[in-house]
């Protein structure tokens, strides 16, 4: 997947993203943190929670020895809380069949892992902070792409999307796009109905048991993607991965791109040792790589 995508690496005798079919990404010249080839003929989804289950099975596995700079991230962390008497299990979540390496795919537990009471707990000990750093980076990712904060009527409109005027089940990006927005005007006609008397009226057929419902539809009208404030976001995550980089006292942070800008000049560098040799890409590429994207 990663020589296939370009991704700090290539295979020199197959250059996958010189055919026809390839497509082009055209980002703004100011991105210098977007890395991805910008040459394409496929892109890659990851399974987000098999990510999670390997993440929560790399800290469970008895030879994995996973440090962040001078701390260790182990799983006995866990079991010393688990049998401390000061805490409780309403305290921290956690049995010890949660952090069983045998159950590979425990999903539950990765949840219970990643617990405000747990997370706090860990935060509290000065010399489990590897523990809690790990813990906390997965957090992000469940909060990032598994984490359903997805109203029911947002669930009712997507699968309306497929509804009397249309029996299609699947459907593009693009036509998702464009019904999103059809249901967005939809609403904000209906709020100006019910708020706004200077509006010519419009009757739309309604429930009787919603006929007493007043309450405020929403009136932000579905954004572009291109629209979207992508740089905040990035530069919001960045200050975030410095935060958590940043409460490893013993790590040496002055290594540390001082900001978004001094960070993504490494990418320049890591690319020009990023080579493919037997089959195999370099294992100090791959540390380092590791790092650049965490960051």
């Known amino acids: 997947m990663r020589l296939v995508s370009g991704f700090f690496g290539s295979v020199p005798n197959f250059q996958i993203h010189e055919h026809s079919q390839a497509f082009k990404i055209q980002i703004k010249l100011q991105w210098s943190w977007f890395y991805l080839r910008k040459e394409q003929l496929l892109l890659f989804l990851q399974d987000a929670t098999h990510l999670v289950t390997k993440w929560r099975n790399r800290l469970l596995s ?60 860990l935060s509290e000990n000065v010399n489990i902070q590897g523990t809690f750093a790990y813990l906390r980076m997965l957090k992000m990712i469940i909060v990032t792409y598994i984490e359903k904060k997805t109203t029911i009527t947002e669930r009712k409109n997507t699968r309306a999307l497929s509804g009397i005027y249309s029996t299609i089940v699947n459907f593009t990006v693009h036509d998702f796009l464009q019904r999103a927005q059809k249901l967005s005007l939809l ?15 419009l009757i739309f057929p309604v429930h009787y048991k919603h006929q007493n419902d007043r309450h ?10 291109d629209q979207l404030d992508v740089e905040q976001v990035i530069a919001n995550a960045y200050d975030e991965a410095v935060d958590i980089f940043d409460d490893l006292e013993e790590l040496c942070t002055s290594s540390l ?37 965490c960051l």
Do not use: M, W
């Open 257 to 293: 791109p001082s900001n978004l800008k001094a960070s993504s000049k490494a990418e320049e560098t890591i690319r020009s040792i990023s080579a493919f040799v037997n089959g195999d890409v370099i294992d100090e590429v791959e540390d380092v790589t590791a790092l650049l994207v």
């Open 216 to 225: 405020s539809l929403s009136t932000q009208c579905q954004n572009e993607i």
């Open 187 to 201: 609403n904000d006609i209906k709020y100006k109905q019910l708020h706004d008397p200077s509006v010519d009226k």
């Open 62 to 121: 008895s030879t994995a020895k996973l440090r962040i700079g001078n701390r260790s991230i182990s799983v006995n962390h866990l079991y010393d809380i688990i049998n401390n008497l000061a805490y409780t299990k309403f305290d921290h979540c956690l049995t010890k069949s949660d952090i069983n390496p045998k159950d590979r795919q425990n999903f539950s537990s990765c949840l219970k892992l990643t617990s405000d009471g747990l997370l706090q707990i």
